[in-house]
Nanobody, 127 residues
């Protein structure tokens, strides 16, 4: 079993940067494919980015590509989302997720592709 906890959210001005962290517990963290999702008020949850267990392969939602960077440090059981050039439309609750049912890399972009979730951290971008 994996427990996940996000941190690093907050209020930031448009154009600014923020780094989210997701700390995981459990021995399977380093073998898990990890992902970030977000949910804006009144909208469906959407995939943001994912990263392979080794950290050498990543995948991004189109609108964040080039602005966000996903990374991980398996020695610290931690995944990161470095967010830059933030826009008003990036305002959302951001969730980290872990896929443990299989470790084969693929473009997992649906919520039901992941097995464990954090509680979320609020990111608010102001003008």
């Amino acid at each position: 079993q994996v427990q996940l906890e996000e941190s690093g959210g907050g209020l930031v001005q448009a154009g600014g940067s923020l780094r989210l962290s997701c700390v995981g517990s459990g021995r399977t963290f380093s073998n898990s494919i990890m992902g970030w999702f977000r949910q804006a008020p009144g909208k469906e949850s959407e995939f943001v980015a994912s990263i392979a267990s080794s950290g050498d392969t990543t995948y991004y939602l189109g609108p964040v590509k080039g602005r966000f960077t996903i990374s991980r440090d398996n020695a610290k059981n931690t995944m990161y989302l470095q967010m830059g050039s933030l826009k008003l439309e990036d305002t959302a609750v951001y969730y980290c997720a872990a896929r443990t049912r299989s470790y084969i890399w693929a473009y997992y972009t649906q919520k039901n592709d992941y097995d464990y979730w954090g509680q979320g951290t609020q990111v608010t971008v102001s003008s």
